[in-house]
Nanobody, 119 residues
């Protein structure tokens, strides 16, 4: 059974930083891509960043230069380092197993982690 468990969300002031983690079990992590999505209240789920099993990365324009996605294959974990946070980054953040901008290309999802950025 594949499981994705996020951690590291919380409340931070604008300009601050948070790091999200997503631990994966139940599949060969080193040979699979991983992504992060987010969903703000009343909005569609949107792509944030993804990393392939060959360590290629892709970001949405609004976070490029502020967020960094990384993976540690020894720990079966993917990270999202978020710096210079803005109130508009407030959302529930989900990690998912797959690669690309379309959520339909992802087959397993975590439960979500709340990130709240105060102004």
């Amino acid at each position: 059974q594949v499981q994705l468990v996020e951690s590291g969300g919380g409340l931070v002031q604008a300009g601050g930083s948070l790091r999200l983690s997503c631990a994966v079990s139940g599949r060969t992590f080193s040979r699979t891509g991983m992504g992060w999505f987010r969903q703000a209240p009343g909005k569609e789920r949107e792509f944030v960043a993804a990393i392939s099993w060959t360590f290629n990365t892709v970001y949405t324009d609004s976070v490029r230069g502020r967020f960094t996605i990384a993976r540690d294959n020894a720990k079966n974990t993917v990270f999202l380092q978020m710096n210079s946070l803005k109130p508009e980054d407030t959302a529930v953040y989900y990690c998912a197993n797959g690669y690309g901008l379309d959520p339909k290309t992802y087959d397993y999802w975590g439960q979500g982690a709340q990130v709240t950025v105060s102004s």
